[in-house]
């Protein structure tokens, strides 16, 4: 029976490049290789409509249920941060405000929510220690806990988190990676790193399932969510969603926001009290379990392998060339550059065509984060134009060199 319950929510927004893809000019400063590379008018677009539908009103809820005795994981990237600041700083008002709540813990993710971690270790691990410094200064906590992009976890990656500080990291409870141990208990891999792991059946009944009307659990119902938590074959269970599912993925109408606020009522008469990561992790740490790592990543994408970021042939392609964009960058020493690689790398521009040559619920998860824009290029032209958004970059930086 579970005693506690995390909840863990991640706010994202990518910075998109710009297709079809835009020449640059030999000597170009990076300043104005930016908006080239990059469509600020199409992520300002989809920026605006996600606050309008779920940042602006989900934030409300969670104030709501903060207040009412719920405690809540709260991860930020910092290409969010930087969009709310450009195009809305109410948003960012809003994230303050859930962040300065007591019943909320921090959670430092992935600045740019990118690959680096498949890239540079040393490189990784620098940034998240600077990305917690960047965090206390904006929002006054300091996060001790940690999540990587999409979830990903290996042994070498643990490793890394440990060199940056971090006490604890989230990953996803899978089979494969957990073997015959369930996804309730905290684990390490060595003793300075405490893992949670995300129980992605529950997680994904609320942020996938949710308004399937063919789910067999359609509606899904506080009561009986709340009843699931507390049957867990463990003493605790941590649920992680994205931000944008209240509002965004499961729209206002669908009954989410209702469920929510029902919730908490379900698990006090259930038992369940809510519990940030630290708090779990203070709890439990006496009774952890050691667990080998892979080296190969796991992650809360898909079916719970790097694949669904590097299982097709323009995916493999596209990571190619993210990686020789990132080392040529540092070969200049320009920061400006560096930089720009880093946006490029983001994890969401593999996630964009997963879809190519695939079918089923993993390529349907690709297709509904694809920008409309873009399907007018044809399939082919979509992965060909991506890769000359690269491409163009490797050969604007030997003016660098």
């Known amino acids: 029976m579970a005693d506690n319950l995390v909840i863990y929510v991640v706010a994202h927004q990518p910075r998109r490049v710009r297709l079809p893809a835009n020449a640059i000019p030999p000597g170009a400063a990076p300043q104005d290789m930016a908006p080239l590379l990059f469509d600020e008018g199409m992520n300002e677009r989809y920026f605006r409509k996600v606050a309008r539908y779920c940042y602006k009103p989900a ?13 809540l994981c709260f991860g930020i990237s910092l290409s969010l941060i930087e969009q709310a600041r450009r195009w809305d700083p109410s948003v960012l008002a809003g994230f303050k405000r859930i962040v300065a709540h007591p019943n909320t813990e921090l959670i430092g993710v992935d600045p740019y929510h990118s690959f ?15 990305m917690a410094d960047d965090l206390e200064q904006l929002f006054g906590k300091r996060p001790q806990v940690t999540d990587t992009t999409e979830m990903l976890m290996s042994e070498s990656i643990v490793g890394a988190l440990e060199k940056a500080g971090f006490s604890g990291a989230f990953m996803d409870g899978r089979e494969w990676l957990l073997g015959w141990r369930e996804p309730t208990h905290l684990y390490y891999h060595r003793p300075g790193v405490k893992l949670l792991a995300r129980h992605y059946e529950l997680s994904d009944d609320v942020g996938y399932r949710f308004s399937q009307r063919q789910w067999s659990n359609w509606p899904l119902m506080a009561d009986d969510y709340a009843r699931w938590i507390c049957e867990a074959t463990g003493p605790l269970v941590m649920v992680g969603w994205d931000f944008e599912t209240f509002g965004e993925h499961q729209y206002y109408d669908s009954g989410v926001f209702e469920f ?10 259930e038992g369940v009290m809510p519990a940030t990561a630290t708090e779990v992790i203070d709890t439990y740490s006496g009774q ?3 667990l ?32 020789a964009c990132y080392h040529k960058a540092r070969l200049t020493g320009n920061e400006q550059l560096i930089d720009l690689a880093l946006w490029l790398i983001q994890s969401d521009n593999l996630h964009l065509i997963n879809w190519w040559g695939q079918w089923g619920s993993e390529a349907e998860v690709s297709v509904y984060f694809m920008p409309d824009e873009w399907w007018g290029l044809g399939v082919d032209g979509i992965i060909w134009e991506q890769q000359c958004v690269y491409k163009n970059f490797l050969s604007a930086l030997d003016s660098y060199l």
Do not use: C, V
């Not at 680096?116 to 600077?130: E, Q, S, V, Y």
């Open 59 to 71: 934030t409300e809820l969670w104030l709501r249920l903060l207040d009412d005795g719920l405690k």
């Open 116 to 130: 680096l971690l498949l890239i540079d270790l040393p490189a990784f691990a620098a940034r998240m220690n600077a």
């Open 260 to 269: 929510m606020e029902a919730l908490p009522r379900y698990l006090k008469h």
């Open 288 to 290: 952890a379990h050691q």
């Open 292 to 323: 080998s790592l892979p080296p190969f990543p796991a992650t809360w994408a898909g079916s719970g392998g790097a694949e669904f970021f590097l299982g097709n042939e323009p995916q493999r392609a596209l990571f190619q060339l993210m990686t």
